[in-house]
């Protein structure tokens, strides 16, 4: 298929995000065996695709444009862009950046036949590690309550997901038996500088005693503005609290979670080429 990309940024001596998406769907495109060129106006092609409907001015062909967002600004209002994007849409296909824009359209009364929507992409920057401190002791009698710490590492999917830094008398035992599916950065030895190193560098403080007192690492990580995973205390706001395991085990689990992760450009492109061959070829 022979497509042409209109990026209209290229008339004004611009190279803004509307250009990156265009250059993004030209490498994509080509990837995936396809003849592309890429200018500020329309040429011969099997699909012209014009980038944003602002600018759009028809090709004569097939024609298909970017519908990027709606809602007001300085200099137009909803109700002109919506009637643009109603003008456009006599002769091309529009594709909305998200469903909730191509849902509004149509309650404005534009025809769905002539939208679709495909979502942003991303650039698949790598996803580091979350960083969580655990600074106490473990003590003999079991009230920081080890075997959470133990079960929580069990139920990790990508145990690669999480670096704890845990700092405290008493836990080589338990990392022992976790050394293989862990990664940890441990010292059973205090020191106040590493203590502050370790609450300027974490994303979070866990802490599993169940004590009816604060701990002073609880205290510490909030001046420090890391967020706490701990059990609820009425003293002081917690921000990710859990009363059992099972609770403790989805906090953890949630971080894992990436909603945008099938988000990438060759995904982007797939459904630009599905929208094109169902309704522009």
């Known amino acids: 298929m022979k497509i042409h990309i209109i990026n209209y ?12 998406y265009a250059r993004m769907l030209e490498r994509e495109l080509i990837d995936l065996g396809h003849v592309v060129s890429v200018s500020g106006k329309a040429e011969k092609a099997d699909i012209n695709h014009h980038i944003n409907f602002n600018s759009y001015k028809p090709s004569g062909g097939k024609d298909s444009m970017m519908i990027a967002h709606i809602s007001g600004d300085k ?3 909803k109700a ?35 939208l679709d929507y495909v979502m942003h992409a991303h650039d698949e920057h790598i996803r580091r590690p979350k960083i969580v401190a655990v600074v106490s002791k473990n003590y003999e009698d079991d009230r920081k309550n080890p075997e959470m710490f133990t079960e929580l590492v069990k139920s990790l999917k990508d145990k690669k997901s999480v670096i ?16 293989k599916v862990i990664q940890v950065q441990y010292t059973d030895q205090f020191s106040m500088d590493l203590y502050q190193q370790i609450l300027n560098t974490s994303d979070y403080l866990l802490y599993t005693g169940d ?13 420090a503005g890391l967020r706490i ?4 205390n009425p003293d002081l706001e917690i921000e990710l609290p859990f009363n059992n395991q099972k609770e403790l085990n989805k906090i953890f689990a949630d971080f894992e979670k990436n ?15 599905k929208i094109w061959k169902e309704n522009c070829v």
């Open 259 to 273: 909603e945008v992760k099938d988000w990438t450009w060759e995904n982007y492109t797939l459904k630009h080429l």
């Open 211 to 223: 004590e009816d007192s604060l701990a002073q690492s609880q205290v510490d990580a909030k001046n």
């Open 75 to 77: 200099k137009q209002t």
């Open 9 to 20: 940024e290229m008339n004004y001596g611009i190279d803004s995000i509307l250009s990156k």
């Open 229 to 232: 995973i701990s059990r609820p």
């Open 80 to 114: 002109v862009k919506i009637k643009q994007i109603k003008k456009g849409l006599k002769t091309a296909h529009g594709i909305a950046m998200n469903p909730g824009i191509m849902k509004d359209l149509i309650k404005e009364g534009c025809d769905p036949k002539k």
């Open 164 to 179: 704890f830094r845990i700092m405290g008398a008493g836990w080589f035992k338990v990392l022992k038996k976790l050394e």
